[in-house]
Nanobody, 116 residues
């Protein structure tokens, strides 16, 4: 079993910053990639940023230049630094882990609300 626990969400004014964390535990092996997804009310879940086991990153066009994904392998923790936040970034943010076996795991989500 793999457990993913997100933290760091909250309410912030437009232009502000937040850092999300995702602590992974359990049978963590053979990680293909980890990432952050978000889902706003009435919208589908979308990829925000992801990082492969080799450290290659990818970002949604809407967050390029504002968000940075990183990980600390010693702590089994994934991060998402979010700067210059906009009201349209408001969503529940989910941590995702895909193993080389293609087993996929999700966290419970953390709410990010950006006020204008």
């Amino acid at each position: 079993q793999v457990q993913l626990v997100e933290s760091g969400g909250g309410l912030v004014q437009a232009g502000g910053s937040l850092r999300l964390s995702c602590a992974a535990s359990g049978n963590i092996f053979g990680i293909n990639r980890m990432g952050w997804y978000r889902q706003a009310p009435g919208k589908e879940r979308e990829m925000v940023a992801r990082i492969t086991g080799g450290g290659v990153t990818a970002y949604a066009d809407s967050v390029k230049g504002r968000f940075t994904i990183s990980r600390d392998d010693a702590k089994n923790t994934l991060y998402l630094q979010m700067n210059s936040l906009k009201p349209e970034d408001t969503a529940v943010y989910y941590c995702n882990l895909v193993q080389t076996s293609l087993s996929t795991h999700w966290g419970q989500g953390t709410q990010v609300t950006v006020s204008s």
